[in-house]
């Protein structure tokens, strides 16, 4: 018997509806393809395809939002793809680097990270469905996000990477940057998003010209320039708790007096 065009429509997937998704799957494989060069010892080209699915995640929900193709599935893939990418990936490749040299401890510090990144996964996920994230209405995450995470996690390879030096490679050092990084990332801090940020009229044209000399920096001093941005990003932590605070009191205030 065949079988209606509707029922059809419901089985039928539209490049406009896959698109975002494919995104994602690229994401999920830039994230495997880094754990695969981590043991060959191709530590550089693994943290290039941790970067790349940054990239590629921050693009997906931009393309979900642009062709209106969110979906449940979408989001699932999504902080599948986020687990493996941001947290057993970098993960790995820490252990790979450096945390192996430690034994078993190391890979104890190595795990804490990864388990710290699913379980924001999962606490996000929650708290969109039960709408209980007090940061959001403010424009703020709740922790560090899973890719800022992994970004910031891999700073003392990008500095290894950037001076040709060892320094944090076997340090114990790393083990406790590595906990600091796993605690900011499940810690409920407020932390800041893209979507707070606006660019005036008047100031799109020195902010283009910022971004073309950052991508050319990039291309010429590659390591020290992307750990100059995971630095800033590091120290603007303690800046977006205290303008979150200002914030929040001047929300109550402002509630008291209605």
């Keep these: 018997m065949r079988t209606p065009k509707k029922d059809m429509g419901r089985n039928v997937f539209t490049a ?9 799957t690229l994401a999920l494989c830039s994230g495997m393809t880094a754990i695969r060069f981590a043991i060959e010892g ?25 062709l209106k193709s969110t979906s449940r599935f979408g989001a699932e893939l999504d902080s599948l793809s986020d687990v493996v990418a941001f947290g057993m990936a970098p993960a790995f490749l820490l252990y790979a680097w450096g945390l192996g040299d430690m034994g078993r401890f190391g890979w104890i510090v190595a795990l804490a990270y990864g388990v710290s990144v699913a379980l924001r996964l999962a606490r996000y996920n929650a708290a969109i469905e039960d709408e209980d994230d007090p940061h959001r209405p403010l424009g703020y995450f709740t922790g560090v996000p899973a890719p800022a995470g992994a970004m910031l996690v891999l700073l003392p ?56 000399l950052f991508a050319a920096s990039v291309t010429v001093y590659r390591w020290a320039a992307l750990s100059i941005v995971v630095i800033l990003y590091l120290g603007s932590i303690p800046l977006a708790l205290s303008i979150y605070r200002r914030k929040k009191h001047e929300s109550v205030k402002s509630k008291a007096s209605e």
């Design 16 to 24: 406009r509806m896959m698109a975002a998704n494919v995104v994602t």
């Design 157 to 212: 390879m990008l500095l290894d990477f950037a001076f040709e030096s060892n320094l944090f490679q076997r340090s114990i050092v790393l083990v406790g940057y590595v906990g600091l990084i796993a605690t900011l990332v499940v810690s409920r801090l407020p932390t800041f998003s893209l979507k707070q940020f606006r660019v005036r009229r008047d100031a799109m044209v020195p902010t283009l010209l910022l971004i073309a």
């Design 42 to 66: 191709r530590f550089q080209l693994a943290v290039v395809f941790v970067i790349a699915a940054a990239v590629l995640d921050a693009m997906d929900g931009a393309v979900a939002r642009l």
